[in-house]
């Protein structure tokens, strides 16, 4: 045999070899129970990655302090009052009540669509005398992310407070910016309005109609998850 048959013969069996060393790689990635079938089929991580992605739950500490103008209408007497606050406000349960601090709840049902409920809860005490009140305000945001580090946030629904001999309520807006300090965390600013539509304070005959109608600005801490 020639050196150029024997070169040639070399050659076919070279490329037999690789032909069936590629078959083989190849019938291990499709055949199932095989790592590396196993490793190619193995689906990428699920579960929210991003502010407002579906499956998101995010636990708000609303109202931690901010700025509160309210206007108060009692039977026919009206009046207006501003006030900074910290933490809460001294005043109790009814001075600016739908912004004390409280706890919020808000699931992402489906990309950017949230539901959710904040819920607050006081006890006063004077003397031999104590006033509870407990204030829940069920709501529905839309959730987009605008850049690496910040988001938006609007939400709206009702607030409905409860005392002792007083209750009120008001369609309640807000137009939250959320600030992405990481993953996990984020920092709240919300302009919120309140506007009162329903309320009463006393009992029986005596009872008057009250409306409370706030405007300010909050700010809150909220841990994504």
């Known amino acids: ?39 190619a089929a193995a689906p990428a991580a699920s579960g929210p990655s991003g502010f407002g992605d579906g499956g998101q739950f995010v636990l708000s500490i609303e109202n931690l302090f901010g700025y509160n103008w309210e206007h108060e209408s009692q039977g026919n007497a009206t009046g207006s009052s501003q006030t900074y606050s910290v933490l809460g406000n001294a005043g109790g349960a009814g001075a600016y009540p739908y912004d004390w601090p409280r706890l919020g709840f808000d699931y992402f049902v489906t990309k950017s669509i949230s539901a959710g409920a904040a819920v607050a809860f006081t006890r006063n005490t004077s003397g031999n005398a104590s006033t509870n009140a407990f204030e829940v305000a069920p709501r529905l945001g839309y959730g987009m992310v605008l850049g690496p580090l910040l988001a938006v946030w609007p939400r709206v629904g009702l607030t409905y407070v409860n005392a002792t001999n007083l209750s009120y309520g008001a369609i309640s807006l807000d137009l939250t910016a959320v600030i992405l300090a990481s993953q996990h965390l984020v920092v709240t ?37």
Do not use: C, D, R, Y
């Not at 690789?18 to 790689?25: C, F, L």
């Not at 409306?211 to 801490?221: H, I, S, V, Y």
């Open 189 to 225: 600013v919300a302009p919120v309005v309140n506007i009162g539509i329903f309320g009463s304070s006393g009992s029986g005959a005596s009872a008057l109609a009250t409306k409370f109608t706030t405007l300010g600005a909050q700010f809150g801490l909220a841990l994504p998850f």
């Open 1 to 39: 045999m020639t050196s150029n048959a024997k070169m040639m013969l070399q050659g076919l069996v070279s490329l037999a070899v690789v032909a069936a060393s590629a078959g083989a790689h190849a019938q291990n990635l499709e055949t199932p129970g095989t790592p590396a079938a196993e490793a």
